[in-house]
């Protein structure tokens, strides 16, 4: 009789890598013209030349990132001349941590973690590309999260004006941008709008038949023969389209697979997915969380907890004070946070016309949400 139960050391993955959220697969469809846009960006670089700047925009899930570490991975098999690095802003989103990504990309290490200006830092930097003849291309993912912490000018200004204090320095930027209410060219100041100068590429949310496409071939290089059920894909593709992320769809799998492994069975179920669903579909909210600093998270958890006590959408007047209470900070430190978590889509902050303009301010996701993954986040968990 055949077995119906997976063994202790049995698993349903031919491939988990496949599931990870920065896998990177040899074959990458439906993003050819964006690919090809970003490759003529960059060809100046492998000339020589300074690369061109530009900025990959779309919403979340939409391949930017995937299509730039896709070019920086050929880059560095056909040269060391030109030199990619990829920096993700969610968490190095200040100058100074930029900079020590890059030095550490071109020294292989970090630098010391006192002691250290930042004049120094890039002095370092700018003589090692002198003394190599080697181009710089800075990939700066989710960008925007500079714009949230006001960095963005400073950290523009430093890479594509270091050629007036170090002759020879040629530096290129490629910024991934998925906030689409924010448009860096706008946003930056007039002396680094004057080097900057980017061309955007922009990158289309994925089509039903794209999405069905994408992780029907996940499915095949990541799973073993008859796990899926094509009709159970089909429920699986409903539900990352109406997310509108193709990261869903991808966290949903792996979810929904560990689920049937668990439950020791030999292929996935609807309960599978639907229990996984409940996670993977707060992809966004779990990964805005992890770029939080640690009092912007206890401010958030501070609004999750008022939230649930009112029930009702809250002027920003009456959270600051709830805030004050717990945490003990400025009106201005704290409006900032409420119109970073805004940008972020963590919260709606927007005006009732009275007797003056009121702010009011409402979470977009269940407050209970909010706080259980506030404490996943405390805790590690995932």
Known sequence: MKRSLLMWDETLFRDPEVFEIDYVPEQFNHRDTQIRELAF???????????????????PGTGKTTSVRKVFAEIEEVTQKLVPIYINCQIDNTKFAVFSQIYRRIFGHLPPASGVSFKQLLDAIARALQREEQVLLVGLDDANYLLYENEINHVLYSLLRSHEAYPGVRIGVVAIVSDM???????????????????????????EEEIRGILGERVVQGLYPNVL????????????????????????????????????????????????????????????LRALRAEEREVLGRIAEMAIRDDRETNAG????????HVGISYTRYYKMIQKF?????????????????????????????????????????
């Open 229 to 288: 059920r094509s009709d159970l894909l089909d429920l699986v593709v409903e539900q990352t389209t109406k997310s509108g992320d193709l990261r869903v769809g991808i966290d949903l799998l792996k979810r929904a697979t560990l689920s049937a492994e668990k439950a020791a069975r030999r292929s996935i179920e609807q309960e599978d997915i639907c229990k996984a669903y409940k996670v993977s579909r707060y992809l966004h909210l779990a990964y805005s």
């Open 181 to 207: 209410s924010v448009s860096l060219q706008t946003e930056v100041d007039a002396r680094v709008a004057s080097v900057f100068r980017p061309t955007e590429i922009y990158f289309p949310p994925y089509s």
């Open 318 to 325: 009456e959270v600051y004070h709830f805030v004050r209470e």
């Open 41 to 59: 960006q960059v060809r100046p670089g492998l000339r020589g030349g300074r690369p061109l700047n530009t900025i990959c925009r779309g919403l």
């Open 342 to 382: 805004d940008a972020m889509r963590l919260l709606n902050l927007h005006y009732r016309q009275g007797r003056g303009r009121t702010r009011l301010i409402s979470l977009r996701y269940d407050p209970d949400r909010v706080l259980e993954h506030l404490r996943r986040e405390q805790t590690g968990s995932i």
